[in-house]
């Protein structure tokens, strides 16, 4: 079972910003300074956009960014488009017997 | 540029065993660490296993300590991933995985190969 909860979905409108949360629970060992985001388009591998929290890798858009606040960690997509329809997972690693953990992943609706 | 071509899969009984590999390319592989992450059909991404660069450290997900090995040789650019006791609730896709750091310790898994199937079920 995850130790990062986050919602089943998210929809907005091309053009506008949403906010994917991945929460854990007081007192967990997930590292908060350690949260990387994937991608995921049906079919497809998962693709790495933001890692360390708020860095992203060579190659992915401006539009992605990053940030945390206590045991919560986002993901901010501005000026929605269409090709960012995909599933999103939030990872970190933690303190506990299992190095690394993901999240449980949120679909991103273009309306 | 990077690729990592998984191979292995397959359709094994429960309490079968079967060996995943992965062969890479494009990069030095004995300087990055590198991961096994599985999804089920239809679910989320659960990390399986990791091994440090030189192979000297590995780290595994609860569920699969005990029964996966998780192993690389340098000499052949290539990672592998030995299963067995297979359950059937260990049907997913795995996917190989190369570390975003050059250096020992395990990191951010970053690049990700297509996949390779595996199916446990009489």
């Known amino acids: 079972q995850s130790a990062l909860t986050q919602p089943a979905s998210v929809s907005g409108s091309p053009g506008q910003s949403i906010t994917i949360s991945c929460t854990g629970t007081?007192?967990?060992?997930?590292?908060?300074?350690?949260v990387s985001w994937y991608q995921q388009h049906p079919g497809k591998a998962p693709k790495l956009m933001i890692y360390?929290?708020?860095s992203r890798p060579s190659g992915v858009s401006n539009r992605f960014s990053g940030s945390t606040s206590g045991n919560t960690a986002s993901l901010t997509i501005s000026g929605l488009q269409a090709e960012d329809e995909a599933d999103y997972y939030c990872?970190?690693?933690?303190?506990?017997?299992?190095?690394?953990?993901f999240g449980t992943g949120t679909t991103v609706i273009v309306l | 540029e990077v690729q990592l071509v998984e191979s292995g899969g397959g359709l094994v009984q429960p309490g079968g065993s079967l060996r995943l590999s992965c062969s890479a390319s494009?990069?030095?592989?004995?300087?990055?660490?590198m991961h096994w992450v599985r999804q089920a059909s239809g679910k989320g991404l659960e990390y399986v296993a990791g091994?440090?660069?030189?192979?000297?450290?590995?780290h595994y997900t609860d569920s699969v300590k005990g029964r996966f090995t998780i192993f690389r040789d340098n000499s052949k650019n290539t990672l592998y991933l030995q299963m067995s006791s297979l359950r059937p609730e260990d049907t997913s896709f795995y996917y190989c995985?190369?570390?975003?750091?050059?250096?020992?310790?395990?990191?951010?898994?970053?690049?990700w190969g297509q996949g390779t199937l595996v199916t446990v079920s009489s």
């Open positions: 990872h970190s690693s933690t303190r506990g017997s299992t190095l690394y953990v």
């Open positions: 995985v190369k570390d975003m750091w050059e250096r020992r310790e395990l990191g951010t898994p970053y690049w």
């Open positions: 360390d929290v708020t």
């Open positions: 091994i440090t660069s030189d192979g000297g450290d590995t």
């Open positions: 494009g990069f030095t592989f004995n300087t990055y660490p």
């Open positions: 007081s007192g967990d060992l997930v590292n908060y300074n350690y």
